[in-house]
């Protein structure tokens, strides 16, 4: 009896747990949704449309929140329960809404840009007025962190078996291809790739980590290169480090000055422990799981011993 009791504890712990953030950001996507389909004419005003960013330039900020298809809205809403419950234990309530807020709107300005551009290329005013929206950039800059935080951890895809840290490059690859044979989906291609990227910039370079006294993530990990196959690193490595030096040249030479200079001991030791919590605090969720599943278990014995 316990073996067919521990299926549905597996499936109630996998489908309970959502933190009150994102329950209420899921509530604001299903409202975004029902409103578009209430009022198609309030993508107008909440989708990015280039053409009228200016001066509607509120929906740099709305778009990311405004699913215009029912797969999309419940692909969107599924992914933001889930995935917050993995990341809001470990960065806070503030740092995921911060995260989110930071990657929406930097996604959708960079996809504003990319559209003004390709519009100056070709001369086509489709690139300027179609409706642009979804929680995609998000969703994509949730992977991101888990590939930060459980990177060798493998996860089951459907038939597959894949570790955290290739799954953002997966979904890049996908999105990639299916773009070439699917002319809707290149519009969307952007928002992906660009909550990739941008989600990405801000772990690397500009989270602060009170835990461990650290600004970002420096480790070799998590650089640019770590997205790609081996084989293309030392061609993307110098690449890399241009960008590093635009982005935060200050805090590099800061980095190898630290290294030259006394008590640059205590700045390696704070990364090694940074490391070390990820990894108790996976074992830790890991052990909690296994006895909540294990408390569980005894009363469906009991019940059916009743019986």
């Not at 960079?110 to 642009?132: K, S």
Request: hydrophobic share 45%.
């Amino acid at each position: 009896m316990s073996d067919s009791a521990s299926p549905p504890a597996a499936k109630r712990s996998f489908f309970t747990g959502f933190t009150k953030l994102c329950k209420g950001l899921a509530v604001v996507l299903f409202l975004g949704h029902v409103l578009i389909q209430l009022f198609p004419s309030a993508a107008t005003y909440l989708a990015l449309i280039p053409a009228r960013t200016i001066p509607f330039g509120w929906n740099l900020i709305t778009a990311g929140y405004i699913e215009q298809t029912i797969p999309g809205v419940i692909v969107s809403i599924v992914g933001l329960l889930l995935f917050g419950k993995l990341l809001e234990p470990l960065w806070g309530a503030n740092e995921l809404l911060k995260f989110i807020s930071i990657v929406n709107i930097s996604t959708s300005f960079c996809v504003f840009v990319t559209a003004v551009i390709l519009y100056y290329l070709t001369q086509q005013e489709i690139y300027l007025y179609t409706p642009l929206s979804g929680f995609y950039g998000v969703l994509s800059g949730f992977l991101v962190g888990i590939k930060q935080i459980i990177p060798d951890q493998e996860l089951d895809l459907f038939l597959l078996k894949i570790k955290a840290k290739w799954i953002p490059s997966l979904v890049a690859f996908i999105s990639v291809s299916v773009s070439f044979f699917l002319k809707e989906s290149m519009f969307y291609l952007p928002i992906v790739l660009f909550g990739i990227y941008t989600s990405w910039i801000y772990l690397r370079y500009y989270q602060k980590r009170l835990e461990a006294g650290l600004k970002g993530d420096p480790s070799d990990e998590f650089s640019f290169s770590s997205f790609f196959p081996e084989f293309m690193r030392p061609i993307l490595d110098p690449i890399a480090s241009i960008f590093y030096k635009l982005l935060c040249g200050r805090s590099e030479a800061k980095d190898a000055l630290d290294e030259l200079l006394p008590g640059s001991d205590s700045i390696m030791a704070n990364r090694r422990r940074e490391r070390g919590q990820r990894a108790l605090e996976q074992r830790l969720a890991e052990k909690l799981a296994a006895i909540k599943s294990s408390e569980v278990t005894p009363l469906h014995e009991d019940a059916s011993t009743e019986v």
